[in-house]
């Protein structure tokens, strides 16, 4: 089957700059993508999701972008807290697929004082 | 509060005694769903229900059991467990299928 990946394992930045978390889907299917957090020792959260007719989407601080053309999806974090640093999850689901999400591995968001 | 609810939140037990870990979600939602999680393997889909008495393996529903007799109560069960059973394991549902998933705080077992 086809799966959901994610760039980096890994990603640190400074508190108060903007952070990129990056993932790649192989699905040509997919049509529905969210972006989850996930702090040590707790559920995923849901943070935003975007359907695959629109190709930016934005919420409090954060920004998801989507490019069909490459099949790639992004995460922007305004200004990240160190309330922020968590693991970050890309899923995607092709609406029709009675499976629902498939996720990524996972990028470890880490910031930095 | 809306919520998904799991318990016990920490087992430890041996091979092959039988457990059951519940999911409850106070949402009035249709879908609901079971994971594992594992270092290097992310989250992998356990089983699923669409609704009541609707249920579905997903990837890797080798050695568990669900059952979905009422809309909110979803519980997964293991009859024999097996040490490569060790895992975190999160409970989910959503309003409808295709729809954002709401997950549990989790489950963590150590099966000796």
């Known amino acids: 089957g086809e799966s959901v990946g994610l760039h980096l394992p890994t990603l640190s930045v400074q508190e108060g700059d903007n952070s990129i978390i990056n993932c790649a889907y192989s699905?040509?299917?997919?049509?529905?993508f969210i972006w989850y957090k996930q702090e040590s020792g707790k559920g995923p959260q849901f943070i935003i999701d975007i359907r695959s007719n629109m190709d930016k989407r934005q919420g409090q601080r954060v920004t998801v972008l989507l490019n069909k053309t490459v099949k790639h999806l992004s995460l922007q974090i305004a200004a990240t807290q160190p309330g922020d640093s968590a693991v970050y999850f890309c899923?995607?689901?092709?609406?029709?697929?009675?499976?629902?999400?498939?996720f990524g591995s996972g990028t470890q968001l880490t910031v930095l004082p | 509060e809306a919520q998904v609810t799991q318990n016990p939140r920490y087992l430890i037990t041996v091979t092959g005694k039988k457990l059951t870990v519940t999911c409850s979600q106070n949402m009035n939602h249709e879908y609901m769903s079971w994971y594992r999680q594992d270092p290097g393997l992310g989250l992998r889909q356990i089983y699923y229900s669409m609704n009541v008495e609707v249920t579905d393996k997903g990837d890797v529903p080798e050695g568990y059991k669900v059952s979905r007799k009422e809309k909110r109560n979803f519980p997964l069960i293991l009859e024999s467990p097996s040490p490569n059973q060790t895992s975190l394991y999160f409970c989910a549902s959503s309003a409808h299928r295709g729809e954002t998933q709401y997950f549990g705080p989790g489950t963590r077992l150590l099966v000796l």
């Open positions: 899923a995607e689901n092709s609406l029709g697929s009675a499976r629902q999400l498939t």
């Open positions: 699905n040509s299917a997919s049509d529905y």
